[in-house]
């Protein structure tokens, strides 16, 4: 089932919470919802739920205009962070809890129920636990639990709120691969919540990128972390190095340095004279003992080469943050870069945005 919302708006007293948000959810998709803390991507995700209800806007389920109807009535399954099980039921009886509360007309019989659970739990790769209760889990195996419990009722809508959240790494990596796996056998559409850059990049077919109650971008993963339309996506998604400077005659010029704008990946075109940021990601610059085609010169004050790849720190006069550069280990040993070493910082790739003077 496709989502649309139309012109929604969301205040909580005199607070904006969501500004004219338009957005389209395909079928069968997982969409991640990213941002930072009080963007409004829960609000939105409630909003959708049916649990808590715009300002003005409408939401549509396939065709059916769903904006007024409350959220049992909207076939949605939730997960949430902490997601509460009943602590006096067993897994079993947790995950066939939505089949056994339906009414009569439409409650499956006790059989049925029973092939559904155990079908679910070997989905989960849980059997083993079934007559478990949840204070005999870890972290990561309940959530499980409570995924395998809200598809039980096969909503066409499934909504996760930060499942993984209270989990560490470790164990909301393998988590993470294993909803992406699963999704891909289930007919659900499915909107994912989380602040984690990573997670949605890992686990999502697409990703609202949202700032400040507005979407920023909407794109596939690849299309985020590469094209990044604005400068917020470009900070929020991957690490970035920051340049100020302004264009001339087609180049851009930060402080004495210059540099060609024909490799930036931004589809501004670049304007005389005006202000400029570049943002250029630490693999996207090469360091070089030539002054030729950098951006910016410094001093390297630490080397980390520990690990696949070497990751190296420079401060320079042209950047207010210390310049990160990631080589390879080759490219590293051979050049054979060393401590306080003054080098040159050559860029490959320019993602430019500048500011129209006005
Ligand atoms: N019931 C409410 N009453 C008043 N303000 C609220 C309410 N719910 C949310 N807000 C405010 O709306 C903004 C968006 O909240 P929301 O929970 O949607 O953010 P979020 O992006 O999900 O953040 P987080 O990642 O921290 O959960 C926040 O500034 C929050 O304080």
Redesign the pocket.
């Known amino acids: 089932m496709s989502i649309r919302i139309e012109n929604l708006e969301k205040h ?2 005199s ?1 904006h ?1 969501l500004k004219n948000i338009n957005l389209q959810f395909r079928q069968n998709q997982l969409t991640s919802l990213l ?10 995700l409630r909003i959708i739920a049916g649990l808590e209800f715009a300002d003005s806007g409408r939401i549509l389920f396939e065709e059916r205009d769903v904006t007024n109807l409350s959220a049992k009535d909207r076939g949605v399954g939730f997960v949430f962070q902490n997601y509460a099980l009943f602590q006096n039921m067993t897994v079993f009886d947790n995950i066939a809890f939505g089949l056994r509360v339906k009414p009569r007309k439409t409650r499956p019989s006790e059989a049925k129920i029973h092939e559904k659970v155990t079908a679910l739990l070997k989905l989960i790769e849980l059997e083993w636990l079934a007559q478990a209760y949840p204070n005999q889990l870890s972290g990561g195996q309940r959530q499980r639990v409570a995924l395998a419990r809200s598809l039980a009722v096969q909503p066409k809508v499934l909504l996760l709120d ?1 499942p993984f959240g209270a989990l560490d790494a470790q164990v909301r990596k393998t988590l993470r691969r294993w909803l992406r796996d699963l999704h891909q056998e289930l007919n659900v559409t499915s909107i994912f ?1 989380t ?1 984690d850059q990573d997670e949605a990049l890992d686990v999502s077919d697409r990703i609202v990128v ?1 700032n400040k ?1 507005q979407i920023e971008q909407i794109d596939e993963p690849n299309q985020i972390y590469h094209a990044p339309q604005t400068p917020f996506v470009t900070q929020f998604v991957g690490d970035v190095n920051v340049f100020h400077g302004h264009i001339d005659e087609g180049k851009l010029v930060v402080g004495e340095f210059s540099h060609h704008i024909n490799t930036h990946t931004n589809t501004t075109k670049p304007v005389n004279n005006q202000s400029a940021t570049a943002y250029i990601r630490p693999y996207e610059l090469t360091l070089s003992r030539s002054p030729e085609n950098a951006l910016a010169t410094g001093k390297i004050t630490h080397i980390n080469a520990i690990g696949f790849i070497v990751r190296i720190e420079i401060e320079s006069a042209q950047s207010e943050q210390p310049i990160e550069v990631i080589l390879t280990k080759n490219a590293y040993n051979s050049a054979n870069y060393q401590l306080n070493e003054q080098v040159y910082l050559v860029p490959d790739k320019l993602n430019l945005f500048q500011q129209m003077n006005i």
Do not use: I, Y
């Open positions: 909580f007293g607070f919470a941002g930072p803390s009080g963007c409004g991507k829960t609000t939105l930060e919540v602040h949202m109650g």
